[in-house]
């Protein structure tokens, strides 16, 4: 079996590019930086499903990109949940949040409708991150949505 991406993640998120192990995407929801990190690798619905050096390599990149991500946007906290409950297929995500966001301090889901990127505001949003991404992350974003 290959790697697929969950038909819910391609139609909420824009596809960023990849690190070794896991496939960058950001959720179409304007409103917070929210980024997914999805091990590229077939049927995982739990972490404990990866091997040793897999289950590393995961903590590597998510790490390596919460680090970039709170550069990039100055969060005042970074929430990373791996939930599936809507979303069987493993996935991690890392949302900034800044006081005085639309839901803070709240959990981001359910509390407001998401707002779609303009291409002015996902333009922006890419500019502030793009140099905070290591030299191994492979950019593949070409276009408005997946």
Same mark, same amino acid.
């Given at each position: 079996?290959? !790697? +697929? /991406?969950? &038909?819910?993640? %391609?139609?909420?998120?824009?596809?960023?590019?990849?690190?070794?192990?896991?496939? /960058?995407?950001?959720?179409?929801? +304007?409103?917070? &930086?929210? !980024?997914?990190? #999805?091990? @590229?690798?077939?049927?995982?619905?739990?972490?404990?499903?990866?091997?040793? &050096?897999?289950?590393?390599?995961? /903590?590597?990149?998510?790490?390596?990109?919460?680090?970039?991500?709170? +550069? $990039? !946007?100055?969060?005042?906290?970074?929430?990373?949940?791996?939930? *599936?409950?809507? #979303?069987? @297929?493993?996935? /991690?995500?890392?949302? #900034?949040?800044?006081? *005085?966001?639309? %839901?803070? &301090?709240?959990?981001?889901?359910?509390?407001?409708? %998401?707002?779609?990127?303009? %291409?002015?505001?996902? +333009?922006?949003?890419?500019?502030?991150?793009?140099?905070?991404?290591?030299? *191994?992350?492979?950019?593949?974003? $070409?276009?408005?949505?997946?």
């Amino acid at each position: 079996m290959s !790697f +697929a /991406l969950h &038909p819910q993640l %391609a139609k909420d998120c824009h596809r960023l590019g990849h690190f070794e192990l896991g496939l /960058l995407l950001l959720m179409n929801d +304007a409103q917070y &930086p929210w !980024f997914i990190l #999805v091990p @590229q690798h077939a049927g995982l619905r739990e972490i404990y499903e990866l091997d040793e &050096p897999g289950q590393a390599l995961l /903590l590597r990149e998510s790490t390596t990109l919460s680090r970039a991500l709170m +550069a $990039a !946007f100055r969060g005042d906290k970074l929430n990373i949940a791996a939930l *599936g409950n809507m #979303v069987p @297929q493993l996935h /991690l995500h890392h949302i #900034v949040r800044h006081a *005085g966001d639309p %839901a803070w &301090p709240a959990p981001v889901w359910g509390r407001h409708p %998401a707002r779609a990127y303009t %291409a002015e505001e996902l +333009a922006q949003r890419l500019a502030l991150l793009r140099p905070h991404l290591p030299a *191994g992350f492979v950019e593949e974003y $070409a276009g408005p949505l997946v």
